[in-house]
């Protein structure tokens, strides 16, 4: 009998296993290969597209030049008069594909070559036409851009045309960009300032009926706060003439207001307050609500605005402030701020007279007594007394007289015309003591 025994593979078993571990090598090689295959061919296949892609981008164009060429040449062959300030926009289909062309004409200086409207530099010496064609899909390329000078004849024009060139500037006098100007009146123009805050409209019909509005939302203010201007304009024949406009971004002034009763700080309330500045026209007023208010959008002007009570110029501070009775300090003088463009600038407290009454019924202090008081701006203001008949809020606008009236809610009296110019609240009590002598009513 014959024992089998464990050991060493025979021969054939051992090549069997050999080419089984060389199958699966083999397809794991075959799937790698195809799979480089697939990436190269991926690759390929792209550099194709692509290499289409940037064929037809560039045949477009191609076409936008060529569309931008004979738009320019379209132009150069129109008379002298009708390529004149010339606006226009357009569009032409070419292959299947349509190209937005925009076109104008502007008048430069022989100095710069660009539309300048300084007083001493200002002339209309050459016509610049400059053409730029789009297409829908740039995909990164810049539109076409073509410009070309013309000179005008000598007897282009008549006599009885002008120029005119409008500046618009900021506070520090530097050209303000993209403020959209609309002329009207002998003509009817639209442009937008170029980098130098410039529109130059050469060769108008003269007349003096012009009118140039400006604005650009949202916070651009004039000198008097007005977020759109409206400038009249006059034209000459045979002269250009400059116009420069202050326009920049506004700002805020938030302001605070006291009063002082026997040099105590007490919180006021205006209802009304106004900044005045001399580069504006006339006062500009804004609500005050719980002893503070913020001022509509204000011109950023590099020197200060002066900050006043109530809503007109009669409430004005003199500046430096009347002296009051002794035994206290100079009183202070009107509180003043400057605005930077974009921004809210708060003020120091805004300090206001103090108007010191006590009403009484006979001998007795009134408790929820009226006292009624009319400033010169027409702002009614109507307070009740506390307990010993004297007034929580005791602060007025400053005035050379004031019309007051007290009640205790049967009878009431009208006082003569009170000023009110006292800062520091030192004065002597005001008590008015209403009798049965006094007429029947309350004060409304």
């Not at 913020?294 to 605005?305: D, K, M, R, V």
């Not at 402030?321 to 701020?337: D, F, H, I, K, Q």
């Not at 009740?384 to 007025?396: H, K, M, Y």
Request: glycine share 10%; aromatic share 6%.
């Amino acid at each position: 009998m014959r024992r089998l025994t464990t050991g060493a593979c025979p021969p054939r078993e051992r090549l069997r296993s050999a080419a089984r571990a060389q199958d699966g090598s083999f397809l794991v090689e075959a799937l790698v290969s195809a799979f480089i295959v697939l990436v190269v061919g991926f690759g390929v296949l792209e550099l194709l597209d692509r290499g289409t892609e940037i064929g037809g981008e560039q045949r477009m164009q191609a076409v936008a030049g060529n569309v931008a060429q004979t738009e320019l040449e379209r132009i150069r062959a129109l008379p002298v008069a009708d390529r004149s300030n010339l606006r226009d926009d357009s569009q032409r289909t070419v292959g299947g594909v349509t190209y937005s062309i925009s076109s104008r004409a502007d008048w430069v200086n022989d100095d710069s070559g660009d539309a300048t409207c300084t007083a001493a530099g200002s002339s209309t010496d050459y016509m610049k036409v400059s053409t730029v064609v789009t297409w829908p899909d740039l995909s990164g390329r810049k539109p076409v851009t073509l410009e070309s000078i013309s000179t005008p004849g000598v007897r282009a024009f008549g006599e009885d045309q002008g120029s005119l060139a409008v500046k618009v500037s900021d506070r520090k006098g530097d050209g303000v960009r993209g403020v959209q100007l609309d002329l009207s009146g002998g003509a009817t123009l639209s442009d937008a300032t170029n980098a130098k805050g410039c529109v130059m409209w050469g060769f108008l019909p003269a007349a003096a009926s012009y009118s140039v509005s400006f604005s650009r939302p949202p916070d651009y203010v004039t000198p008097d706060g007005d977020q759109v201007g409206v400038e009249p304009i006059s034209l000459t024949g045979g002269k250009i003439k400059t116009r420069e406009l202050l326009y920049d971004q506004g700002g805020h002034i938030k302001a605070k207001f006291v009063t002082k009763r026997r040099g105590t700080a007490i919180a006021t309330d205006p209802l009304f307050a106004h900044v005045t500045h001399s580069g504006m026209i006339g006062p500009k007023a804004f609500a005050v609500a719980s002893g503070s208010g913020t001022s509509g959008l204000l011109f950023p002007f590099t020197t200060a605005y002066t900050i006043h009570a109530d809503s007109c110029s009669q409430a004005d501070v003199p500046v430096p402030a009347p002296l009051p009775s002794p035994p206290s300090p100079a009183a202070p003088t009107a509180v003043a701020a400057t605005v930077a463009p974009g921004a809210t600038t708060a003020s120091a407290d805004v300090q206001l007279p103090v108007l010191n009454i006590r009403v009484r019924s006979g001998t007795v202090n009134k408790p929820g007594a009226i006292v009624r008081v009319r400033t010169p701006c027409g702002t009614v203001y109507r307070r009740t007394t506390n307990a010993s008949g004297t007034l929580d809020d005791p602060g007025f606008p400053y005035a050379e007289s004031l019309t007051v009236c007290v009640s205790d809610g049967t009878r009431q009296r009208t006082l003569l015309p009170l000023p009110n110019k006292n800062f520091n609240g030192w004065e002597t009590l005001n008590t008015q003591s209403i009798t049965n002598t006094d007429p029947l009513g309350t004060c409304s």
